[in-house]
């Protein structure tokens, strides 16, 4: 046996005495509101720190526990141990967060999972509303009426369906649509190289757009810096999670979290608007100073430079919506300055302030688009003032204009990608369509010349084939496809109902004895119904 062999059964041994002594812990990374700033939920985290071979990671953990069925018990632990922090934290005073608890597609397919899940919260008096069930996205190529069934309990007891690591493999909108998801996560290897990488943004773009095209809200996963955490916010997206907000915190750590109500910059918001940021350029500290106390009363994110070159250092390193100038100031003039202004941050809108009245030079910076006002000084208090809520008025719109022409240059970029993977979609699926309708034709000529009586019934139990020996000990009169089993062979019919699968039951077939069975179809592939097996009785022995 190798070395991964003997190491995989040695931490599932340690795991179940682990599990039994309860030396797991949960870690909750908090998710923020893009909208609001505020925390929007927390995601748990399983931790095991082995004696020997140190912190074992999720990737390794949860395959050993999925590969031994340990992933049973340990969900189990996990939902009870979220279940008393949760019970902790409100215990404190405080407000608990929505946890989101990751969900195994094992857990998915037992059957007793939705019950024990609910009974598990009763105990612990927590609602479902407290709990969000992350899901990998693997589920969505296995749907079945089971876990349809499964989903749908889900939501009428309240929880909140979140679809984990989106993108990485299986996710596509002809199955995402099928499935009452609440939430997508945009994986983090989409995140991390935002917004520089054109083929990331390209992505998270039209994920963004595709889930709200649904109904959907997106949760983007690893967002590290203000940058991508900006980005996300201008693309409409919901949350985010990663270190940019907070690290995974301990649930104490998360006590202190929830009691400091951390909350993001305001100029990170989706909806909200940024600080209107102005930028005051002039040799003479008399002058800044005179118009910072005017101004200040405006509200403005104000900031000064003496000069042209630092007011450009100062542009580099900050989001700057109006420009106000003077003009003679040395080494560089203020339509000097702000023609480079123009040339690297176009979208902001510059003023030139001056005494002196060089008509002709600041005319042709006006005309080129270099400045946007000419004010001069002295100036009238209210006038300057006006000017200047005129000037963000129309920076704003501006604003808007550009968010407008991007979005719709988006949408019509993503309609034209959607339309051409509904075009895929559609010819492979009239693809497997073909090879299924072979595969059937193929089938039906095999069960033909099998020596013993077979019919096949549909869920309903009516008859959609039978097969060359069936006919033979069926009168031709009775021979007819689409009519019910009970109608063929009577005992047939009451089988099905009251025998178990796989288990003989006798029949009566116009005079003669034969003993039957029947098995559900629809386990390896998508076909469903029952397949009826009958063999006389006399060749049974």
Not at 50 to 67: F, K
Not at 107 to 134: H, P, Y
Not at 304 to 328: C, F, M, P, W
Request: aromatic fraction near 8%; charged fraction near 25%.
């Amino acid at each position: 046996m190798n070395t991964v062999a003997l190491d995989r059964i040695d931490i599932e041994t340690e795991l179940q005495a682990a599990i039994d002594a309860n030396e797991l812990h949960l870690h909750y990374q908090p998710k923020a509101d893009l909208q609001t700033g505020q925390l929007a939920g927390v995601e748990a985290l399983l931790r095991w720190s082995h004696p020997t071979h140190g912190l074992i990671p999720p990737s390794v953990l949860i395959p050993v526990a999925e590969n031994s069925e340990l992933i049973v018990r340990l969900g189990d632990w996990v939902i009870k141990q979220v279940c008393k922090d949760i019970v902790d934290w409100d215990m404190a005073g405080l407000i608990p967060p929505c946890v989101a608890i990751n969900i195994s597609p094992i857990q998915l397919q037992d059957r007793g999972f939705v019950n024990r899940l609910s009974e598990l919260l009763a105990t612990a008096c927590v609602n479902a509303e407290k709990i969000s069930l992350e899901i990998t996205e693997s589920v969505l190529m296995y749907r079945s009426e089971s876990i349809d069934q499964t989903f749908s309990d889900f939501k009428k007891q309240g929880y909140v369906l979140a679809l984990d690591d989106f993108g990485t493999g299986y996710s596509a909108l002809s199955y995402l649509k099928h499935f009452p998801f609440d939430y997508v996560k945009v994986d983090r290897s989409f995140v991390q190289e935002l917004p520089h990488n054109p083929d990331d943004v390209s992505i998270t773009r039209a994920v963004i757009s595709m889930a709200h095209s649904l109904g959907i809200k997106v949760i983007a996963e690893g967002v590290e810096t203000e940058a991508q955490c900006k980005f996300l916010s201008e693309n409409m997206c919901d949350q985010v999670q990663g270190h940019f907000y907070s690290k995974p915190l301990s649930s104490e750590q998360l006590k202190q979290f929830l009691k400091d109500s951390q909350i993001l910059d305001k100029h990170l918001l989706r909806m909200g608007k940024p600080d209107r940021s102005l930028l005051l350029v002039d040799d003479e500290p008399n002058i800044l100073n005179a118009l910072k106390r005017l101004l200040r009363r405006d509200e403005y994110r104000i900031l000064t430079a003496s000069g042209g070159h630092e007011g450009l250092e100062i542009l580099e390193k900050n989001r700057v919506d109006v420009i106000i100038s003077d003009q003679r100031m040395p080494l560089m003039t203020g339509v000097e300055f702000l023609r480079n202004a123009k040339k690297l941050y176009p979208e902001t809108v510059r003023i030139i302030l001056s005494g002196y009245t060089e008509l002709q030079y600041i005319t042709d910076a006006i005309n080129e688009g270099a400045i946007y006002k000419f004010l001069t000084k002295p100036w009238d208090d209210e006038l300057i003032r006006a000017n200047i809520r005129e000037a963000f008025h129309y920076k704003e719109m501006e604003d808007e204009n550009r968010r407008l022409t991007l979005q719709v240059q988006t949408t019509n970029q993503e309609l034209i990608s959607a339309n051409k993977q509904l075009a895929d979609m559609l010819e492979q699926k009239q693809k497997q369509i073909s090879r299924d309708e072979l595969s059937l034709s193929i089938v039906r000529e095999v069960l033909q010349y099998v020596p013993l009586p077979i019919i096949a019934v549909d869920d309903e139990d009516m008859v959609v084939f039978i097969n060359n020996s069936a006919e033979k000990i069926i009168p031709t009169s009775k021979l007819e496809l689409g009519c019910q089993i009970e109608y063929l062979i009577p005992d047939a019919g009451l089988g099905i109902r009251t025998v178990s699968e796989g288990l003989w039951f006798p029949v009566q077939v116009y005079g003669q004895l034969f003993n039957a069975q029947w098995k559900n179809l629809g386990e390896k592939h998508k076909s469903t119904g029952k397949i009826v097996m009958l063999i006389d009785d006399r060749n049974r022995h």
